[in-house]
């Protein structure tokens, strides 16, 4: 099993930027893909970002060229660099790994972003 723990939400003004990290229980170094989803108000989780192990990364296109994912497999931790926010990606964002085929998510981080 794979514990994830999200870190670095927060509110912010629209153009502004905020880094999140995911730390998990055990070494990611053997887990092929992990990433992060986001939930907004009355919406469905979507997929924001993943990387894989060979360091391939897929992002949303509401996102691309905005926010860049990044894993430091020996610190057992991924990354969500996000720069200008804006106010629709106001979300709980979740930490994801695929840990052997199985899904796992932390509980979860909010986003605000202000207009």
């Known amino acids: 099993q794979v514990q994830l723990v999200e870190s670095g939400g927060g509110l912010v003004q629209a153009g502004g930027s905020l880094r999140l990290s995911c730390a998990a229980s055990?070494?990611?170094?053997?887990?092929?893909?992990v990433g992060w989803y986001r939930q907004g108000p009355g919406k469905q989780r979507e997929l924001v970002a993943l990387?894989?192990?060979?360091?391939?990364?897929n992002y949303a296109a509401s996102v691309k060229g905005r926010f860049t994912i990044s894993r430091d497999n020996a610190k057992d931790a991924v990354y969500l660099q996000m720069n200008s926010l804006k106010p629709e990606d106001t979300a709980v964002y979740y930490c994801?790994?695929?840990?052997?085929?199985?899904?796992?998510w932390g509980q979860g981080t909010q986003v605000t972003v202000s207009s």
């Open positions: 994801y790994a695929n840990y052997y085929g199985s899904p796992y």
């Open positions: 055990r070494s990611i170094f053997s887990i092929n893909v």
């Open positions: 990387i894989g192990s060979d360091r391939s990364t």
